[in-house]
């Protein structure tokens, strides 16, 4: 393979990371389910590309701009935002549980990446921005180039997700009661906060 397609994955590696290590519902999400086990963002990272390895191809056979359509985004942006609400007011409600209780998320790791990038309607934004972008970059190495980007996308996803379930399993003996309530109450907030706007920004 010729040297400049390993240059394009490395920087295709690092956009993707900047994009997943954003803070965002599904860091929240991840954070909420990672309390109890250390292998969810794994499973969010799965559930996540579940979703992505659709669009990509979507994108690579020319129908991008169905992602685009306004009742698609307006679906999409409404029905995202009230799952992220759903799922910040169970785990506001059940962060207030002792130290050794759950404030997960209401469905498996596995779904909980499926549902809070499917429900994210700035993902197709930035799919058909960004990642088209990236596209174009992957078909000039051909099919071979399509597959590798994907894989490390994917694998950017999933271990960035790994580290954060795994640094929050890995710490919670630190977390006082006080320290629970806090950050729990933030990943509510944060899940809430940007199911109102998904599913108000879609409308205006």
Request: aromatic share 12%; hydrophobic share 55%.
């Amino acid at each position: 393979m010729p040297q400049n397609l390993w240059l394009f994955l490395i920087s295709a590696a690092g956009i993707s990371l900047s994009g997943v290590m954003l803070p965002g519902p599904l860091t929240a999400a991840t954070i909420a389910r990672g309390y109890n086990d250390k292998n969810a963002g794994a499973l969010i990272g799965l559930g996540h590309g579940v979703i992505e390895m659709p669009i990509i191809a979507l994108i690579y056979f020319g129908f991008a701009s169905y992602l685009t359509i306004p009742v698609v985004k307006q679906i999409t942006g409404v029905a995202g935002g009230l799952l992220l609400i759903v799922t910040g007011l169970i785990v506001f409600f059940t962060f207030k549980k002792p130290v050794t209780g759950s404030a997960a998320t209401p469905y498996g790791s596995l779904v909980t990446g499926m549902v809070m990038t499917g429900g994210n309607p700035y993902i197709y934004v930035w799919w058909v921005t960004i990642g088209a972008a990236l596209i174009t970059g992957a078909v000039a190495f051909g099919i071979y180039g399509i597959v590798l980007f994907a894989i490390v996308h994917w694998s950017c996803d999933i271990i960035w997700s790994q580290i954060v379930s795994m640094t929050v399993f890995k710490t919670r003996h630190l977390w006082t009661p006080g320290v629970q309530k806090v950050i729990f109450g933030v990943c509510a907030l944060v899940l809430i906060g940007f199911g109102l706007w998904f599913g108000i920004s879609v409308l205006l």
